[in-house]
């Protein structure tokens, strides 16, 4: 796919289609105005016609009668005063997904004078969107759809704009294509079928992508787990024939510096529930079980090629949760790697389990600092439905710190609170720590387990289980969604630009 950049006569480019942004207010400006102009008024027509109002993701195709560009695809881009660059991708993903289907290989996006102050994030935004959109989730069909292929993107900032503009829009498409690659790569590794993706496969993808970004990689197996003590994430794994592995992949961006940031993922490439099976109803969905750890690989990814100055780690603990003959029962103890025994009470809780280990040895590896990502409770998708990912933490500064960043991205988060009670809460009669309690917080009481392996390591945990992936086709197919790839590179950036962070601690730098 070839990116250009032109700040030329929109209604002049040799293209398939120009995408023109509508806003709710009716009012054409920058390439829209003069894409309107070339087709004799064409686009103002239509807006006084009321065929489309600007509203978010509305559409309207128009065939160019006048100028070089074939076809108009209006989007609506919602209320003027609201924008913000994220929407972008909604814009460019919607308008991919129409124009793709239809054989257009080559699209040219105006941007909306809005994007003038941050033209590098948007087209970024625009570049991202626009690949998330070409995903093709029939390739398991004997004559799948066909795919969307982009050939040439052309990104267009009003006439007569500088240079320096020109050249921030070719960094910012450059960090985009990496970005909506990185976020593809997530999905596409949420989106198989566990027969396919089972922990041995994820290990061999995660070491094709470490390969291919000359980063380090390793992955423990169950013997070696074994050997160290990982007694809880082995006691999942046990219930099936398919091994379990420890997947570590690094990044050595800042070598003299001792911080190390560890990002992991949970990775179960399927959850039965095991003993405590889970009812048939959608549990087919929990092939996407795996989607913390997906998007840990989809970042290490994207951070690879992008080479901010900051160590990162990328950590999944990969395992199927299945009823074998020699699964864990509920009302076994097991012990994990830092020696705290568990008692299961529910063998469905088993992400807290493999991530109780995988958060022991990212402290091992040197982590300074870490974020977890997990489709972890249901009671997730309860509380804030699709509509956030939860945030959960053990430092309150690094948490704001996080939301601050992910606030930039089309990912949402909402902090919720870890109240040191909910560490009594998980306390077990007979063990350290028991791996389920009763329905009330659950999301929150699975956070304050996930605490007892952090020690006083900054943590933040992530439970993506209403945001991973969706059941309805919007601005990008249905399915996973990439979450949490975006917001973790956009804080590996942040992290890496903020020397005070390095001095003086989290708490004090997030909260200058
Ligand atoms: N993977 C599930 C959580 C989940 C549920 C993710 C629905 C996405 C959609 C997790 O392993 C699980 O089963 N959690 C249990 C925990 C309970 C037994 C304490 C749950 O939420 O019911
Ligand atoms: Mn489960
Ligand atoms: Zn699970």
Known sequence: ???????????????????????????????AESA????????????????ISGKANEIVLLHAPAGKTKRVLAVGLGDRSKFEPQALVKYAGTAVRYLGKRNVHSIAFALPLEAQHQVRLCAAYVIEGALA???????????????IVLEEIVLVTSAGSHEFEAHALEEGAARGRILGEAVNLARELAMTPANDMTPTILARKAEDVA???????????????????????????????????????????????????ALVGKGVTF???????????NMHEMKYDMSGGAGVIGAMSAIAQLKPKINVLG?????????????????????????????????????????????????????????????????MVITLGHAAAGVMSNDDAFAQHFLSV???????????????????TVKSEIA??????????????????????????PWIHLDIAGTAYVDEASHQAKGPTGTPVRAFVAFVEELAKAPALKSNGATAAARS
């Open 36 to 51: 309107d102009a070339a087709m004799g008024g064409g686009l103002t027509e239509v807006l006084a016609s009321r065929e």
């Open 211 to 261: 390969r291919a970004h000359g980063l380090t990689f390793h992955a423990l197996d169950e013997d070696q787990m074994f050997q160290k003590g990982m007694g809880a994430i082995l006691s999942v794994s046990s219930g099936s024939d398919e091994r379990a592995q420890m997947i570590v992949i690094e990044y050595k961006g800042d070598p003299s510096s001792k911080e190390k940031l």
């Open 315 to 379: 950590i999944v603990p990969a395992s199927e949760n299945l009823p074998g003959p020699r699964a864990t029962k509920p009302g076994d103890v097991v012990r994990a790697m830092n020696g705290k025994t568990i008692e299961v009470i529910n063998t469905d809780a088993e992400g807290r389990l493999l991530l109780a280990d995988a958060l022991c040895y990212a402290r091992e590896l040197g982590a300074t600092r870490i974020v977890d990502a997990a489709t972890l409770t249901g009671a």
């Open 271 to 281: 959850d039965s529930g095991g003993i405590s099976i889970k009812p048939a109803e």
């Open 406 to 424: 992910a606030a930039k991205t089309p990912e949402r988060y909402w902090q919720l609170p870890l109240y040191d009670e909910f560490s009594q």
């Open 432 to 457: 350290d720590l028991r791996n389920s309690t009763g329905r009330p917080a659950g999301s929150l009481t699975a956070a304050a387990f996930l605490k007892a392996f952090v020690g006083d390591t």
């Open 133 to 147: 959109g070409t995903i093709d989730t029939t390739t398991y069909r004997t004559e799948p759809d066909r795919p």
């Open 1 to 31: 796919m070839q990116i250009r950049v032109s700040s030329g006569d929109a209604a002049s480019l040799e293209t398939g289609a120009l995408v023109v942004p509508v806003f709710s207010d009716g009012r054409l400006d920058g390439a």
